[in-house]
């Protein structure tokens, strides 16, 4: 019983070290970039991004905000052009957001300057720290999936 309070302790600090660390780094990357647009907005772009184009109301879900909070959040990006609405092929009466061609530059470019600065952020470790982030990213692909 006293291996399994350890290992539940152990996991908690774990769990409490990584959370800092990733709030820290993702921190210092957002710091560096441009600060033309919100963490929302980057997070928005990304998930129409990655997921194609979506109703407002996928987004919301995605982006685990209320609706009102996503069109808000849309209509920012279509202002700046970084969005645009088409309408829903299954339903006339909505529409879908996706990615304009100069938001798809624009997190292009975002995502450039942000690996690059976590590129030379890495570089300032040693080769064996290197190695071990390297090995450990399979298993943080997975935490980030894992919903």
Do not use: C, N
Not at 10 to 17: F, I, K, P, Q, V
Not at 39 to 51: G, K, Y
Not at 68 to 81: C, G, H, I, K, Q
């Amino acid at each position: 019983m006293k291996s399994v309070v350890i290992d539940s302790e152990r996991s908690l600090d774990t769990a409490a070290r990584l959370r800092l660390v990733m709030l820290r780094l993702a921190r210092a990357l957002r710091h560096q970039a441009s600060a033309a647009l919100s963490p929302s907005q980057v997070s928005a772009l990304a998930s129409v991004d990655e997921f194609g184009p979506l109703r407002i109301s996928a987004l919301a879900a995605l982006e685990s905000v209320s609706a009102p909070v996503a069109t808000r959040v849309v209509a920012s990006l279509e202002e700046l052009d970084l969005l645009k609405r088409t309408d829903d092929p299954e339903d006339k009466r909505a529409s879908l957001v996706e990615l304009s061609e100069h938001g798809r530059r624009v997190l292009e470019s975002l995502w450039s300057e942000r690996t690059i600065g976590l590129s030379s952020r890495l570089e300032r470790l040693s080769p064996a720290e290197r190695s071990r982030v390297v090995l450990a990213l399979p298993a943080l692909e997975k935490l980030a999936r894992d919903h």
